[in-house]
């Protein structure tokens, strides 16, 4: 079997698998909470962290106590990984004493927020062995998991407890990742809130599809799940690094059931470089792979059918990357070596290929033109290809060999830079430029072969298109801003001083500033120091924040939070993150920004163009930087005194 009819096999059979997945999506509504709170199960809140910052932390924990719930029944835990025994008796010095200063600073976080802080001996098992290890020394009935940068709404429990209250075989209940900040396409393309998010596709129709036959996973954060269920297989199982999917996979076989809501009520972060991102995404393909090569949805015992087809699927879906690349390389290989890997002329094309693509194209389209772009697909799929393939492979020689890495958020860049995982992106863009130069030598030369030439040219001609738009992926532009903010458009009033009240709305908003827009200006008539008051709908009530200039432009101003107590602060995360209509208002906004096909293979081409312009003139501006500090040492070096 050829490696392109393989990647044709694959491509049929993702198709197939996905329609049978999709065909008829079940939608819930939240199953309500019993009408005595003394009958609602009790509840422990989870909050994994391994490095992440005390004062994301802070934020993702002010979220979980703002909650609503039955008073005594709630219990939040930060899982603190990075305080192990093990970390802290490091033989190095200098990690041994950032491990301790930093268990100190958690330790007192939660002692001042009133949070549980939980630490272990060791590191076994990384995120799993973390709530493992913490699953025998809670109590709850339930366990609510948010990773350290998820920050839930108030209303993630009322939506969420009630389906295991009703049904005692329940083991999850998952809900969506709605993230605050861009992926490495939407900053460095900036086109953030402007297209459907690359998870969407995800969180908006295929959990949709894989809840209808009883086979949505746990996906890791934002998700309640019964800790009986947990215990009943051990806990979350570390035999895969996507623990999440495998527990969810294990339980189904062992006869409980889950269930997936709709509605995003967590802000996370995504990760924002092209390497973190390719991190995650290798992290996630290797699990999946591993999923499979040990388990093996199709004979794990205790599944039904229908089970084993849409995890099949979900795990299947994985071996894209080498789809992709055979995809990427084929027309390369006939216009330059002659191989045969697409037989067929004009007429056989119009009358066979063309249709077919049409139909697929239409089909997307309609099904889900709301969620995902034409073209989209292909192009996030190409930039993770060549490395999440690697790691596959790497997966299929030894199953046991990936290891759980964290995947960096909230990561900041002073300069524009082109990462350095484009190299590949090189090779590929240099072999479709050859096989171009290759296509008019065998135009001229093979007169038989020129209706092939016309096709193949085409499909490089696309395949080229496809890597332009990752060569804006690659120019990773500058994020100085530690904590995103999100649009708002909430009324407030400013006490600006002497009494003094102006009326403005709310731009954007985040736990630790705001940007306003004033009815009036007030440039330069009041001091740095002001009191923002506004209502808070989730609250019930009007709240005050100390807040300091940080900028004035006209109407325009930008506001530092200075809250004076705990309270103050979750009144503020309230404020920014509480309220899940937000979130669910933005996705609607961005899901009605749908494109027709023509005009999002415009939106790739634009940007594909406007992208590698920018990432050649980068690699020109970097070229020069390196030349004169390489001139500048070879000057010092001529100028320093040798010793005998």
Known sequence: MTPSFAAELYGIAIYALGLFVNVYPKVRRPVPLPADPADWPTVDVLVPTYNESPELLETTLLGALNMRYAPGKLTVYLLDDGGTRQRCNDPDPVRAAAAQERAQTLRALCQRLGVQYLTRDDNRGAKAGNINAALPRIHGDLVAVFDAD????????????????????????QTPHFFVNPDPLEHNWRVFGRIPSENDMFYHVIQHGLDSWDASFFCGSAAVLRRKALLSIGGLPGQSITEDAEAALLLHANGWRSAYI???????????????????????????????????????????????????????????????????LAPALYLIFG??????????????????????????????????????????ELAQSFYAASGIWRVLRNPRSPRFLVTPKGEQREQVFISQLARPFYVLILIGFLALGFAAWRWINDPAARETVIITVAWQIFNLILLAGVMGVLLERQQRRVAPRMPSDARASLWVGNGAQVNARFADLSASGCRLILDQSVAGRYGDEMT????????????????????????????????????????????????????????????????????????????????????????????????????????????????S
């Open 150 to 173: 998820h920050v839930p709404t108030v209303d993630f429990l009322e939506r969420t407890v009630g389906a295991f209250c009703a049904d005692p075989k329940l083991f999850l209940v």
């Open 339 to 380: 191989l045969h890997v697409y037989q067929a002329n004009l007429a056989q094309f119009f009358s066979y290929a063309l249709p077919h693509l049409a139909a697929a194209l239409l089909t997307n389209q309609v099904l889900y033109g709301r969620v995902r772009w034409a073209f989209i697909s292909e192009l996030y």
């Open 532 to 643: 923002l008051e506004v209502h808070v709908d989730v609250l019930q009530r009007t709240i005050l924040i100390p807040t300091r200039v940080a900028w004035i432009r006209g109407q325009e101003m930008g506001l530092h939070f200075e809250p004076e107590s705990v309270a103050m602060q979750r009144d503020i995360v309230a404020l920014g993150y509480g309220d899940s209509r937000r979130w669910v208002a933005f996705r609607q906004q961005r899901e009605s920004q749908e494109r027709p096909i023509l005009s999002a293979a415009w939106f790739l081409v634009r940007h594909g163009w406007s992208g590698t312009a920018a990432h050649l003139w980068q690699l020109g501006r970097e070229g020069v930087q390196g030349a004169l500090r390489f001139i500048l040492r070879r000057q010092e070096r001529g100028v320093t005194p040798r010793h």
């Open 262 to 328: 709709d509605r995003p009520m967590v802000a996370g972060l995504q990760p924002e470089t092209y390497s973190s991102f390719v991190s995650q995404r290798v992290r996630w393909a290797q699990g999946m792979m591993q999923i499979m090569l040990i388990h093996n949805p199709l004979t794990l015992p205790g599944l039904r059918w229908w089970q084993r087809l849409a995890y099949f699927n979900s795990v299947f879906f994985w071996l894209f990357p080498w789809a992709r690349l055979v995809f990427m």
